[in-house]
């Protein structure tokens, strides 16, 4: 090991293949963890790469939705309003761990942010406090406009990004139809 890692353990067994779960860590502190291979004639492998990792007590971010005005597919104007959600309970669905990788339910420190912007590198947006709903000018008057938005908790987890779309200008489905004039 070089100056940079002390090492703190030994031998371990992981609970289940390839995991281990490291209980003695303390919040917000950074941890990194080495690993090497011993076969039973006491052969080591060579160490693998660092994985470093922060414990938190909200170690997962806000998961959430967008729409514009209710989910309709058109608008004829540029101002709409934005339909907000987001939550930052614990859900194994959206997060894909399995129930015993998960933190406490009542470890969630709840939405406290969100970042909105017409473009999807969020230049020039700045974060505001969480609201359900929005009153939001697109970024065009005619043609698919996006609406991009995060999430953000007390701890400043973030969330992924949302994204809804919406017709702006003329309904794109109807076409008008020009019938010939005929006179008697």
């Known amino acids: 090991m070089d100056t940079f890692y002390n090492l ?3 031998q371990i067994t992981p609970t289940l293949a390839g995991v281990f779960t ?3 860590v303390i919040n917000g502190h950074m941890y990194c963890y ?10 080591r492998s060579t160490t693998s790469a660092p994985t470093c990792a ?3 007590t909200d170690p997962i971010a806000p998961h959430g939705s967008v729409m514009i005005n209710g989910g309709t597919t058109f608008t004829n104007i540029p101002d709409v309003t934005l339909n907000l959600w987001a939550s930052d309970a614990i859900d194994p669905a959206v997060q894909g761990f399995g129930p015993q990788y998960l933190p406490p339910a009542d470890s969630a420190t709840g939405v406290t942010e969100m970042l909105i912007s017409n473009k999807p590198d969020f230049s020039g947006a700045s974060w505001e406090a969480y609201a359900t709903s929005k009153p939001w000018t697109l970024g065009q008057t005619y043609g698919l406009a996006s609406v991009y938005v995060r999430y953000r908790d007390t701890l400043n987890n973030e969330s992924d990004t ?4 919406i017709w702006v200008g003329r ?4 076409s008008p139809i020009y019938l010939p004039v005929i006179r008697r």
Request: cysteine-free; glycine content about 12%; aromatic content about 8%.
């Open 8 to 10: 703190i353990g030994g």
């Open 171 to 174: 309904n794109p489905f109807i």
């Open 34 to 43: 080495v690993l090497a291979a011993v076969d039973n004639a006491g052969r």
């Open 54 to 56: 922060m414990p938190n």
């Open 22 to 24: 490291d209980t003695a």
């Open 162 to 165: 949302y994204v809804a779309t």
